[in-house]
């Protein structure tokens, strides 16, 4: 979310996070205590409140709210759905909300979209799902890795060659078990160089003796001179 500029032209700067489970009714009480506290017209606070939470307008909250409701209520209905009965979902569950979802307050609506994506996901999905492998919670992104690098949940991979998003995670993320992830999710790329360089690399470098060990055992499922490039 953008600050946005007001109509005085000033600049608010301070910006509040939509609550974890944000809905209409909770924000419109909010905007009719703004109103009976500043006097104005119920459409002005509403407008106060929206800008508040980052938006231009009080339409555009509402759109947004109605959208996170959406994206939340697909999670809870089908998380938890068997594998084997994932690909029924195709063409039912719409990747597309899922992918608003990513941007729902709640880590745990976040986590659970991505869970969803590791089967749904098509092509339109990539970029938002790289986006949340920088995500401030450590599991989100973890599962985030996960959906992008599985080859096993999904009828085919979103992209040949996602190294470039995997080695930085693997080499810097703070959590070791997304760090973890991302070894796991290198070992499932292509077979070149880069991925074996890679995994020995952090065979030997990881501070973690844990995300170390991980990558010695997957060096040694693939003999060296497989790679192809
Ligand atoms: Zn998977």
Redesign the pocket.
């Known amino acids: 979310m953008h600050p946005v500029r007001r109509a005085n032209g000033r600049k608010r700067e301070v910006m509040t996070a939509l609550p974890h489970s944000p809905n209409l009714r909770h924000l419109r009480r909010q905007a009719r205590d703004l109103q009976r506290a500043t006097g104005s017209t119920l459409h002005e606070s509403q407008r106060e409140l929206a800008e508040t939470y980052g938006f231009r307008s009080w339409a555009e909250l509402k759109h947004h709210v109605d959208e996170l409701s959406q994206a939340a209520l697909l999670c809870a209905r089908h998380t938890g759905t068997p594998n084997r009965e994932m690909d029924a979902l195709r063409g039912v569950v719409d990747p597309a909300t899922l992918v608003v979802g990513l941007r729902h307050p709640n880590p745990r609506v976040r986590f659970d979209c991505l869970g969803l994506l590791?089967h749904l996901a098509d092509d339109s999905c990539l970029v938002p799902m790289i986006e949340a492998t920088t995500d401030p919670v450590p599991r989100v992104r973890r599962m985030a890795v996960?959906?992008l690098g599985?080859r096993?949940?999904k009828p085919e991979m979103l992209c040949d060659d996602l190294m470039d998003v995997f080695e930085p995670i693997a080499l810097g993320d703070p959590a070791w078990r997304v760090r973890g992830e991302a070894v796991i999710s290198i070992f499932q790329q292509p077979p070149t160089r880069r991925r074996h360089e890679a995994l020995e690399h952090i065979a030997g470098h990881d501070p973690d003796a844990r995300v170390r060990r991980w990558a010695s055992q997957l060096l040694a499922r693939k003999p060296p001179g497989t790679f192809t490039t």
Do not use: L, M, T
Request: proline share 0%; charged share 35%.
């Open positions: 590791d996960h959906a599985c096993r949940c």
